[in-house]
């Protein structure tokens, strides 16, 4: 890619490489409106998260010790209720534009609390 090319290839989305690439930067994705609704009850505090308009608080952040590959976490049925994105997975962070056009913006602008892997797992 030259210098030219990015304004024709960059739509101005910000998306981060997680896990080892981050060193150890981990985002909980909150797929289901009843995962967002526990989280608080079941995901350590943190000072980072974010999330869009219909889908608030819906992604929070860590920073582990030894990041392992994503992992995700669904329903009987297959639906998705959560993914742990690690080593392999990236997230689109704000001020990003998510596809249904909705501004992705910070909840808790703050640092990812530190914990270890296997405890946030």
């Not at 889908?55 to 992992?71: F, L």
């Not at 689109?92 to 530190?114: C, F, L, N, R, Y």
Request: hydrophobic share 35%.
């Amino acid at each position: 890619m030259t210098e030219d090319q990015i304004d024709s290839l960059f739509d101005g989305n910000i998306g981060l490489l997680l896990g080892a690439p981050s060193s150890g930067l981990i985002d909980v994705d909150l797929d289901s409106d009843a995962a967002v609704a526990l989280a608080p009850n079941f995901l350590p505090p943190t000072g980072m998260i974010h999330g869009r308009t219909c889908k608030p608080r819906s992604h929070w952040w860590y920073k582990v010790d030894s990041p392992k590959p994503t992992k995700q976490f669904k329903t009987p049925s297959g639906a998705s209720l959560a993914e742990v994105r690690g080593t392999g997975g990236q997230t689109v962070v704000p001020p990003s534009v998510h596809p249904s056009g909705e501004t992705i913006a910070w909840d808790q602008p703050g640092e990812p609390a530190e914990i270890p892997a296997d405890d946030l797992l």
